[in-house]
């Protein structure tokens, strides 16, 4: 199938590094708002469209890949559905699930498939994780935490602009709680959020997010972009075990139980002393490595055309998609109110 | 002066010790219900008195020093104040500020004094974040989290049961939360806490509290019984950096701007690039080494017998105890109700 990609910036680019591993979709060109963005597809030998309409009228182009910022994205996958391509949106699709339902009411009527690049689901931290919970090393699972920290502030493009979309949620948070939600099933039944500003940002520059699951399980969800020293990417504690991954890497481990021990001895902890937190003996404990997935986020692409011949189910859907901008929703209510939101 | 310790178990014990070096307070002996520490303090060297009872019945004795389980502090303190006796009290004082607003009642009716042994202001972790704080060596402070995390589950005694004030809230909770309101001025708007119970005990196990502060500033407190890797003790995050402790050694350190930078590259993260969270470059961070604070917690009894002498006043005071006991209240009810509870 022929795909062109709309907006050239840093994701687009690096759709176009991806797709070169993937035969069964032909990038036939590309277009951007912005000249010079123009002037580098051509100069990577592919072709420029001079506008979105051509890339529209072009009966080559079956597919219509969108990486432009967030607050285009409605209009232009209206457009694209209705002229009969196939359509593959940047999250977060929308900034609400009435412009989501509006693409995918769109997305029937014209018989395209509208699929979100939740390319986040291949990440082998969080495929790793999976397999954690799976293989049940933890015990009986109880909480997780799930952490994206740096501290160079929000990039001064869109990314900064609320109107946008704009923000951290939105950037990060579509995607932490995208995962969450394939590791802990069942109803979200609260959600508490505090979003913050520290340099003074219109858009929010993180976040703590609290999740409680219907299964009494919960999730802290953070993102920080004023954060010098960062916490592991994922913390999953269950009765008899912790595991950690401690960056992109896959660095970390598991530590848990091997066997009970008798009752601890007091330490010396600070001004006092701490029968509940001495550490565990070492014979009371074992060191596992993490059981790494590795993955190929390419298959994204491949199920894409198969699914768009209807040969197989879309892996990201829009239900889904849309249970998530929902809970997004509910996070920034969560925090406006500083209230507790009931979610489902 | 002379004082008996009652209740002596580990921290009992622990008193004993401690005031060998505080030439200012004498212990004359201690007094158990259980028969074999009563031997254990004859074995140090020490009188171990018959009963409660002729405890107060000495005129000797001018402190008693109730180190018992929580829910029998009220009924001993208000005995002793009323035999006449100065106390010094273990925490958490009381089981709700009822209970505390009773004893306070009965010390100012007495004309003795009642402090509250919150040793952990003495911690020099504490008191090395209180001094980070004070240099402002972070910019702007926008958040800070505190953790005390073990994996050993709570110790097979009284701990375990809510009759007696078990629980991690009531364990480490009053001394996190003690410290934090020394952190962070002004009132506190909101509490949001989520207890767990992951192995099934009838006390809180552990809880995760989020606190905000009229300044808009926040702070996570977390306490697990149940976690193998311990996050650090302390993050303290500012616009211009961010401090953290690791342990109990003080292990840690300050990691801050030190100019600007052009604007990031995107690296590769998992199955996508990220611009947002690519890590500063080298020249434009500094590690500085953490400003340790030394102190001596025998202070505390060394105030202590300053404030009963009239001469000092009191370093723990007792609206300042019982502010605690009321933000702890409204942690419980922020669980019980699935809210945030509005509390000041």
Aim: charged share 25%; with cysteine; net charge negative.
């Amino acid at each position: 199938m022929g795909l062109v990609i709309v907006g050239f910036g840093g994701m687009g680019h690096e759709h176009f590094r991806k797709l070169e591993g993937v035969k069964e979709l032909t990038v036939l060109g590309t277009f951007d708002v912005k000249a010079d963005r123009q002037t580098f597809a051509q100069s990577l030998g592919t072709k420029a469209y001079p506008s979105f309409e051509a890339v529209l009228d072009d009966p080559k182009v079956a597919v219509v890949l969108l990486a432009t910022p967030n607050d285009s994205h409605k209009d232009l996958a209206v457009a694209a559905l209705q002229a009969g391509k196939h359509v593959i949106c940047e999250k977060p699709v929308a900034l609400n699930t009435a412009e989501f339902d509006e693409i995918v009411r769109v997305s029937k009527e014209a018989d395209r498939l509208f699929m979100v690049h939740q390319n986040r689901r291949w990440d082998e931290d969080y495929l790793t994780v999976k397999r954690i919970l799976a293989e049940g090393t933890l015990g009986k699972f109880y909480h997780l935490e799930s952490r994206v920290l740096g501290s160079r502030g929000i990039p001064g493009d869109w990314r900064k602009i609320a109107r946008f979309g704009g923000g951290m949620m939105l950037d990060w948070g579509v995607h932490l709680l995208d995962r969450i939600v394939f590791l802990i099933p069942g109803r979200i039944t609260q959600v508490f959020c505090k979003l913050n500003h520290p340099t003074g940002q219109e858009v929010d520059e993180g976040f703590h997010l609290f999740l409680t699951f219907e299964g009494g399980q919960t999730a802290l969800i953070e993102v920080e972009t004023c954060h010098y020293q960062p916490l592991p990417l994922w913390l999953v504690l269950g009765t008899k075990g912790t595991a950690m991954i401690k960056d992109w890497s896959l660095a970390g481990g598991i530590v848990a139980q091997a066997g009970s021990e008798p009752d601890a001895k007091p330490i010396v902890a600070g001004a006092g002393l701490t029968k509940t937190m001495a550490p565990r003996t070492e014979a009371a404990e074992v060191h596992l490595p993490l059981p790494v997935v590795k993955s190929d986020v390419r298959d994204f692409y491949r199920n894409f055309v198969q699914a768009a011949l209807g040969r197989e189910a879309p892996l990201v859907k829009n239900d889904e998609v849309r249970r998530i901008m929902a809970l997004m929703e509910a996070a920034f209510e969560s925090h406006r109110q500083g209230q507790v939101v009931a979610f489902e």
